[in-house]
């Protein structure tokens, strides 16, 4: 531990965070700073300083990061087509790298020589956590309470009531729950039993699908060079646009997710999301580029979404080689403005409509009907060519090989009509 005698927790008011402020007083001699960051959710953040102060810490600092969480996290996961293993938007994972730098700031402004937070010793978000801050800051300390005291959940709450923290917890609660801006992770519980279906008490920002309306709404979204710039003609800043698509898509039930992921750490999880506006995005972008970049830019474009959505979730967005990645993504979303009108139906968000000034499609070349321009005799040549590898293989191979070689039949036996 550094000489320094203060410490900047990461606060959420909380049962953990609380604990962990008497835990830290307790167990290292600390002073503890707390540090409360709104990533757009629109927490009371007065009433969770004052309870900050209430259970023991020398200072309560709030900040709310819900522009810099969509500029420089959210956007630049959306345009990099950020899925992990292809359906999860990382609304968690997206929110740790910006509160671990918000975490080293202040450590620096207050002098304090490390930092803490609430994460447990089998998640995820210790790694984005401890990795980030010792990226940027490999001088502080870091504690991590619900890692080192080994107290079950019941135990914490006894830990509390024994102490005097008043914490707002019902001992009947039973998922653990995440939330910001771009989505809510639910897990524990029932959720822990992959074979069972997800309780409807879940779910708090979508609607069931079955109870969404029977008729079906569509929304407009432009986008230029990647980012969602308005919705339905309305020119919107990115939290403005993100909440109001929250509350469009959740209404039809859009944005429920029910994964079992592999987790940083090893071992597999079953995690319930919920992210309307998320999923309706990535579904429009990816409608966006799909007639804007050509056949291998597209195929390449999907390999860096991969290791993009990868290196977010396992805590490595200091790391250069998200520098690389982030610079390819860059330049690949020149091309990828237009709008994209959704259908929104019955947890399902679908294409509608298209429009670019980069479209690659050409209704001329396209066509079937008259004002066809395309080159059919040209494509006798193409077809020679193509098939020129596959059709000089073949004929070695039945020079080559011996014929009781076993290889895998591709095609039946000989069939002769009757």
């Not at 959210?74 to 910006?98: F, H």
């Not at 010793?121 to 801050?133: A, C, E, L, M």
Request: charge should be negative.
């Amino acid at each position: 531990m550094a000489d320094k005698d203060t410490v900047v927790l990461a606060y959420s008011g909380g049962l953990d965070t609380s604990v962990a402020v008497r835990w830290i007083q307790e167990t290292y001699g600390l002073d503890v700073v707390t540090l409360t960051i709104d990533l757009g959710t629109h927490e009371d953040l007065a009433a969770i300083r004052r309870r900050a102060l209430d259970v023991g810490a020398v200072k309560a600092l709030v900040v709310d990061a819900s522009e810099a969480f969509v500029e420089y996290f959210i956007w630049p996961a959306l345009r990099a087509g950020a899925l992990y293993e292809g359906v999860y938007p990382l609304a968690t994972a997206l929110g740790r790298p910006l509160i671990a730098k918000l975490l080293v700031d202040t450590a620096r402004q207050e002098g304090a020589g490390a930092v803490a937070h609430g994460c447990t010793g089998k998640g995820n978000d210790q790694v984005r956590f401890d990795v980030s801050i010792k990226t940027l800051a490999p001088e502080l300390d870091i504690i991590a309470p619900a890692r080192e005291w080994g107290m079950t959940r019941q135990q914490e709450m006894d830990y509390a009531a024994e102490h005097g923290i008043a914490v707002d917890v019902s001992r009947k609660s039973p998922y653990s729950t995440d939330e910001n801006l771009w989505g809510r992770s639910i897990e524990c519980g029932a959720l822990e039993d992959p074979w069972a279906e997800p309780p409807e008490d879940a779910y708090a920002w979508t609607v069931n699908p079955a109870d969404a309306p029977d008729e079906p709404e569509y929304v407009q979204i432009e986008f230029d060079q990647g980012v969602p710039v308005a919705l339905n003609g309305e020119p919107m800043g990115g939290p403005a646009l993100i909440e109001e698509l929250n509350r469009l898509a959740g209404a039809h039930g859009i944005g429920r997710i029910d994964h079992v992921e592999n987790r940083v750490v090893g071992i597999k999880s079953r995690e319930i999301y919920e992210a309307p506006a998320a999923v309706a995005l990535h579904a429009a972008h990816a409608v966006l580029e799909g007639m804007t970049m050509t056949r291998p830019a597209l195929r390449f474009k999907g390999a860096v979404s991969a290791h993009y959505a990868d290196l977010i979730y396992d805590g490595l967005w200091f790391s250069k080689f998200h520098q690389d990645l982030a610079a390819y993504v860059l330049s690949s979303q020149q091309v990828v403005s237009g709008s994209v009108r959704l259908k929104l139906f019955k947890g399902q968000a679908t294409k509608a409509g298209v429009q670019s000034p980069f479209s690659l499609y050409s209704k001329a070349l396209a066509t079937y009907d008259e004002g066809d321009r395309f080159d059919h005799q040209a494509a006798l040549g193409f077809i020679a060519l193509h098939g020129l590898p596959t059709r000089t293989q073949a004929r070695v191979l039945k020079t080559a090989l011996p014929e009781q070689e076993v290889r895998p039949r591709l095609s039946p036996p000989e069939i002769k009509p009757d």
